[in-house]
């Protein structure tokens, strides 16, 4: 039976023929190919069998399914933050107001899933539960999340991320000079995050953390001195660095990342960890020091400290603190 391609076929048909024609195939041979594939489905797109396969609990209690499953899902949700990040670094030459703030806005949503979802950890598990098959994870710790680190490097000059207690942040002008960044890695607010508070020896967990993903880590740290996110927001022109939107969108970045989601994790220390007043408090898992390490108030981490006034600075996550701790 003849039958004629309308103009719009007939045109995709000499673009597929334009695309295929140095692959050393002809279009024939492809669309061959896609006349004998099988249809695509659902499951086989997201690997679904190979997804669930994934949760490999180490105890016979059943709330430890829900504690690796929500890891795994914020690793997930870090790893389409970090697909935002790269880019807006790649697109920096030709970046403006409209697509960063566009790309921001995703990273907002993505980590505003997380901090909502956190409930999830803090009341959707027994405690009695978690303190007991957590001993079959150690030294293992969210500690060594290493898509966190990663976007922190990626959002900010490094000196940003130093532990405030050594007063030295000043002491490096930004952008951070190569020379530097070794330096500066070493003292990075997580990493006394996992030292232990009298002997000042980095715990197994950090020692581990620190053997995988250190030359990473500063691999990334110096490809990115001139290009994390607070250089590509000032390199933008002086006008667009002032729309009112984009450092909206920045400053609710900043707060999401270095204030609520740090505290969606003191709350769970606190739910999980924290004991009477008269009983011995039980130990994070991999030894950090959650009480320090924590609260957003103590390290003050900011993104982009440039967009904040010295008061909200000073008051860097106060309050709600003040208030858990009040409660308690």
């Known amino acids: 039976m003849d039958q004629t391609f309308d103009s719009k076929i007939l045109d995709k048909l000499q673009l597929l023929e334009k695309k295929f024609k140095n692959s050393g195939q002809s279009l024939e041979c492809y669309l061959d190919g896609l006349l004998y594939d099988k249809y695509l489905t659902y499951w086989e797109y997201i690997q679904l069998d190979t997804l669930l396969s994934l949760q490999l609990t180490r105890t016979s209690f059943a709330d430890e399914k829900i504690f690796i499953t929500y890891h795994q899902i914020t690793e997930l949700y870090f790893n389409l933050v970090l697909h935002e990040i790269e880019q807006i670094i790649a697109l920096k030459p030709k970046l403006n107001a409209a697509l960063f703030l566009k790309k921001v806005k995703r990273i907002n949503r993505y980590f505003q899933n997380l901090i909502h979802s956190f409930d999830i950890m803090i009341e959707g598990m027994d405690k009695e539960e978690f303190l007991k098959f957590r001993m079959s994870l150690l030294p293992a710790s969210g500690f060594q999340s290493v898509q966190y680190r990663m976007i922190e490097i990626y959002a900010t000059p ?137 609260p957003p108030s103590f390290q003050k981490v900011s993104f982009f400290p440039e967009l904040w006034t010295p008061e909200e600075k000073e008051n860097w996550g106060k309050k709600w603190v003040e208030d858990f701790i009040k409660q308690d």
């Open 158 to 294: 490094l000196n940003n991320l130093i532990d405030t207690s050594l007063n030295i942040r000043e002491k490096y002008p930004v952008p951070n000079s190569q020379e530097v960044i070794p330096e500066i890695f070493e003292n990075l607010y997580w990493k006394y995050g996992a030292t232990e508070t009298t002997t000042k020896e980095k715990t197994v967990t950090l020692k581990q953390f620190e053997q995988r993903y250190n030359p990473r880590l500063l691999r990334i740290a110096k490809e990115v001195t001139h290009s994390n996110l607070y250089c590509c927001y000032l390199d933008l022109p002086e006008m667009e660095q002032q729309n009112p939107e984009l450092i909206e969108a920045l400053k609710t970045m900043d707060k999401n990342i270095n204030i609520h989601w740090s505290l969606s994790h003191l709350r769970a220390a606190y739910r999980f960890l924290k004991k009477g007043r008269k009983e011995k408090e039980e130990k994070a898992t991999g030894g950090t020091n959650w009480k320090t390490f924590l």
